[in-house]
Nanobody, 126 residues
């Protein structure tokens, strides 16, 4: 059974930092791309960052470039999202997702991902 479990969410003030983790089980993580998505109340789920199977390729939404860093540790079956300089508009439920494939291309669209976690809340106050 495939499971993705996010952790590390919480409440911070503007300018603060959080590090999200995504623990993956039930699949060969090293052959899967991983993405982070977020959904704010009343809005559609949007892509935040993605990383290919090897970690050599990454994607960032324009809204988070220079502030967020995606990474992965294939030996630990875990992905990460380091979030710095947080803003109130970053407030959302954050989801990690996985899709199979040894692509150099970085898949970042929501519909490209088959496996999803349940999400972790991030709240940034001004």
């Amino acid at each position: 059974q495939v499971q993705l479990v996010e952790s590390g969410g919480g409440s911070v003030q503007t300018g603060g930092s959080l590090r999200l983790s995504c623990a993956v089980s039930g699949l060969t993580f090293s052959s899967y791309a991983m993405g982070w998505f977020r959904q704010a109340p009343g809005k559609e789920r949007e892509s935040v960052a993605a990383i290919n199977w090897s970690g050599a390729g990454t994607y960032y939404a324009d809204s988070v470039k220079g502030r967020f860093t995606i990474s992965r540790d294939n030996a630990k079956n875990t992905g990460y999202l380091q979030m710095n300089s947080l803003k109130p508009e970053d407030t959302a439920v954050y989801y990690c997702a996985a899709r199979s494939g040894y692509n150099s291309y970085v898949n970042y669209r929501r519909e490209e991902y088959a496996y999803w976690g349940r999400g972790t809340q991030v709240t940034v106050s001004s």
